[in-house]
């Protein structure tokens, strides 16, 4: 089992920066991806970015490429987002995740979440 711890979630002003950490605790085996998703209020829950573990490949929404940034750090079990540029649409709940499946996109496929991380982006 795995367990997912989050933070760094906060309140700032449109603009503003925060970064986010994940740190997992445990073992699992064959994890492929590592990431985040965010939930808005009355919104599904949708992909944000995510990162392999063992090769470091990078990928993104949309809706935030360019302004946030996710790195890993084996050593630490830790992964991070720094979000740049916040706009009020990305308030939400960020929650970590990890995913065996080759699929980083899909919240069903995440075999692990974190509790989640208010994060709320004032205009």
């Known amino acids: 089992q795995v367990q997912l711890v989050e933070s760094g979630g906060g309140l700032v002003q449109a603009g503003g920066s925060l970064r986010l950490s994940c740190v997992a605790s445990?073992?699992?085996?064959?994890?492929?991806?590592i990431g985040w998703f965010r939930q808005a209020p009355g919104k599904e829950r949708e992909f944000v970015a995510a990162?392999?573990?063992?090769?470091?490949?990078?990928y993104y929404a949309d809706s935030v490429k360019g302004r946030f940034t996710i790195s890993r750090d084996n050593a630490k079990n830790a992964v991070y987002l720094q979000m740049n540029s916040l706009k009020p649409e990305d308030t939400a709940v960020y929650y970590c995740?990890?995913?065996?499946?080759?699929?980083?996109?899909?919240?069903?496929?995440?075999?692990?979440w974190g509790q989640g991380t208010q994060v709320t982006v004032s205009s």
């Open positions: 445990g073992r699992a085996f064959g994890i492929y991806y």
């Open positions: 990162v392999t573990w063992s090769g470091g490949s990078t």
């Open positions: 995740s990890v995913t065996r499946s080759r699929r980083y996109d899909r919240p069903y496929e995440a075999d692990y």
